[in-house]
C-alpha cells in the first residue's frame, strides 16, 4: 500500500528565542504526519532531517507520484518505523529551503527578502521550534526522537533540552560534534558559496541570480565525504566516460566519477538555497553539547533520561563509529540505558539513507520494543 | 653549514613528444644541483617534485636566505641524501609555473601565451623529458630517482620507461594511480578553477585577471587531504579564533581552521597559476601503469630493473600505506628486491615532507648502501 503523504503547515506567531541573541517571529513550519495518534498520544515519533532534507520523510504526494520521501525505505505502513502502530511526524528545520521559514523569506520586520540576514539557527533552536510544533499537535511526550547524521545530533540534544518529554532516542551514523576536518570540509563548501560573484553578500534573490557555481562545487565536495572510498572504486573505479582511450583534457570529463558528481552538483544547484547551505553547515560546526561543560560529554549527557538506540556505519568516514561510540560511553557513564549498532556496511555515510537488511532489521526489533512497552 | 642552491636552465629544441600525440618544442627545464658529480658520473640522484613544488629542492638561495628548498630536511651536506656524497638534481617539470616552460610562456608557434592551449602532460612525459635533461649533464645511469607522492609516481615511472638507467628509485607516500576518490577531489579543485569567472576558458592572462577564487578553493580542499584527521584534531580542534564564545557568523571565521585553510588557500593563490593546476592533477588522475595490462600492476612492473625502497604514513589516506602495498607485491612478484617501511607518524600524507626521525633514518640507511655498492 503506498502511503499517501501531505505537506502542512504550522503557523508560529510568538518570537522564538534563539541561542545568538537574536529571535525570529512569525515563523511556519512546514510539516507531515503519518499513521494516527492514539487517544493516550503516546505513539508519536518525530523525524529530524539532515542537511538536504525536508519533512517530506515517507510515502509519496497523490500528485507527485515520483516525489518518495527521504526515509521511505524506514518509514511507512509496515516498514521499521511502523506508520500502522506509530504516529510519525516529519518537520522542515527553521532555515531550511522547502517550506519552512528560511533566507528566501520576506522578514516581517523589513518586508525584504531575508537573505543573509536571517538568523543563524542551531541545533538546539531547531529542537525548541520542534517542540511547539508538538505542543501545538498535542503531544506532551514522544515515544521517539530519531535522525540519521545532522538528524542524530538533533535527537541527542532532544534528551538534553527536554529530557521528560522523549521517551527514545534514535541517533543514526551521528557524533556528539563536528571534527576539526568535519568543519573544513564545511569551510571549503561555504568559501565556493560565499566567493561566488553570484552570491552577492547573500542577497543575491534581489539580483535575480543564483551562485549556482559556489553551490555545485559544495555539493561536490559534500558527496565525496557522503561515499567510502570503497563504494566509489566499484562504483566508478578508474572508469573512463568515454570507453578506453584517454582524452587528454583538463577541463572536459575523463573519468566517470567526474561525470557524477557534476550530475550531482548541477541537479543540487537548481533548487537549494545558498543561505540554507552556509545556515545548516553552521548548525553542524556549533553542536557541541559537551562545549559548555569543559568537553566532558559524559557530563554534558548527564541530564538525557532517554533510552537510546545508536548505529553507526563501518565505513562511514565522516561520522565514523568512534563517534558513535564516545555518545554511547558518555551514556553509559550516566548509567543510561543504550543499544549500539555497528553496521558493516559499503556505503559509508549514505549508509544511514539506503536498504541495508541489517540496519532495518536492528531499528525495526528497537521500535517493537518501543511498541511493546506501552501497548 | 648551509647549502647555497642556484636555479639554472637548461634549453631544449628537439620536440617532445607527448602521450597525448602533441609535442612541445623549444622548451625550456629548470633544474638545480647539489654537491658534485663523481669521475664515474656513478652518484647522481635525481629528485621528482609533487603538486605544489619546484626544482628547489635543498638549500637556500644565497639572495634569499627564507627560501628554503622543499625537501631541506632530507637533502644536504650530511643529509639522508647526503650531497656530500651525491650529485642531487632537482627538476621543475614541464606545465609547472616555477621556472620551467609552463602555460604563462608563449607558444613559439604562435607568439601567444600558451594558456589553457599548453598541452596536457602525464608523468610518462614527465619523465621523458628529464632523461633529456640527464642526458644533456652527461649522465646515463643515475644512482637514484626519488620523490613523494606524485613524485614517487615519477620514480616508479623512471624504472619502467628506463629501466637500464636507474640503479635505485625512492618512492614516499606514493601510490600506483589514484582511487575514484583521489580523483573526485582533484575533479572538486578543477571545478572551481574553471568556473571561476576569472578563469577565461584558461586565458586569463590576456584580461590581466587570476582566477583566485577558485585557486584558493582548490588548495583548501587539496590542504584537507594532506592532512590527518588527528593531527587537525590535535592542531586546531574545535578552537574558536576569538576565544570562547561563538559569533553566530556564518560567512566570517569561527574556527581556527577556517583561518588556517582561508589562510593557505590565500596564500596559494597569489603565486600558483591555473592552468597548471589542471595540468598537475591531470597528470596525478592519468598515472596508472597497469593500465594497458589489464590493470594487472605485476605484470606493468615486470619491465623494472631497479631495487626499490617505498615509504609509506600510517595516517596518510590520500595514499594509504595499502597503496604503497600494492607496489611492493607486485614488486615482489617479479622477484625485485624492495625494502620497504611503514611509518607511524600522525601527520597524514604531509608526513613525507616533514622530519620525522624514523623517517629519515630509514632513507638514509638505504642512501649508505647506495653509496656502499658504488663505493
Request: with cysteine; charged share 20%.
Amino acid at each position: 500500500m503506498t502511503l499517501i503523504a501531505h505537506s502542512q503547515n504550522m503557523q508560529f506567531d510568538a518570537p522564538l528565542a534563539l541561542q545568538s541573541g537574536a529571535s525570529v517571529r512569525g515563523y511556519t513550519l512546514a510539516y507531515e504526519t503519518y499513521g494516527t495518534l492514539n487517544a493516550q498520544r503516546s505513539n508519536a515519533v518525530l523525524i529530524c532531517h539532515a542537511l538536504n532534507a525536508s519533512h517530506h520523510v515517507a510515502g509519496v504526494y497523490a500528485d507527485q507520484p515520483g516525489n518518495v520521501g527521504w526515509w521511505d525505505s524506514m518509514i511507512g505502513p509496515g516498514k521499521p518505523v511502523d506508520t500502522d502502530r506509530f504516529f510519525v511526524i516529519g518537520v522542515n528545520n527553521l532555515g531550511s529551503c522547502f517550506g519552512s521559514t528560511g533566507p528566501m523569506h520576506a522578514n516581517p520586520d523589513t518586508g525584504r527578502i531575508y537573505g543573509s540576514d536571517f538568523p543563524v539557527v542551531t541545533v538546539e533552536d531547531w529542537v525548541d521550534a520542534q517542540a511547539r510544533l508538538i505542543d501545538a499537535l498535542g503531544i506532551e511526550r514522544l515515544a521517539a526522537v530519531m535522525g540519521g547524521s545532522l538528524g542524530g545530533m538533533q535527537a541527542l540534544s532532544w534528551t538534553l533540552q527536554y529530557p521528560d518529554r522523549v521517551r527514545h532516542a534514535i541517533g543514526v551514523a551521528s557524533a556528539p560534534n563536528l571534527t576539526a576536518e568535519n568543519i573544513a570540509f564545511n569551510e571549503v563548501a561555504r568559501r565556493a558559496i560565499t566567493t561566488d560573484p553570484d552570491f552577492h553578500g547573500g542577497h543575491f534573490y534581489e539580483h535575480g541570480v543564483v551562485p549556482k557555481r559556489g553551490l555545485r562545487i559544495a555539493r561536490m565536495v559534500g558527496h565525496i565525504t557522503y561515499l567510502s572510498d570503497d563504494v566509489m572504486n566499484e562504483k566508478f573505479g578508474r572508469q573512463l566516460r568515454n570507453g578506453l582511450e584517454l582524452q587528454y583534457t583538463t577541463q572536459d570529463i575523463e573519468f566517470q566519477i567526474e561525470s557524477y558528481l557534476r550530475y550531482q552538483g548541477d541537479k543540487f544547484s537548481e533548487y537549494f538555497d545558498a543561505n540554507t547551505y552556509l545556515l545548516i553547515t553552521r548548525a553542524l560546526d556549533y553542536f557541541d553539547p559537551a562545549k559548555r561543560f569543559d568537553g566532558n560529554l559524559s557530563r554534558a549527557l548527564a541530564a538525557a533520561r532517554a533510552k537510546f538506540l545508536l548505529v553507526s556505519f563501518t565505513t562511514d568516514w565522516r561520522f565514523s563509529p568512534a563517534r558513535s561510540r564516545e555518545i554511547v560511553k558518555a551514556l553509559l557513564d550516566n548509567g543510561r540505558d543504550i543499544s549500539y549498532a555497528e553496521i558493516d556496511a559499503p556505503h559509508g555515510h549514505d549508509a544511514f539513507l539506503l536498504e541495508d537488511p541489517q540496519y532495518l532489521a536492528v531499528v525495526r526489533a528497537y521500535f517493537e520494543r518501543i511498541a511493546a512497552e506501552h501497548s
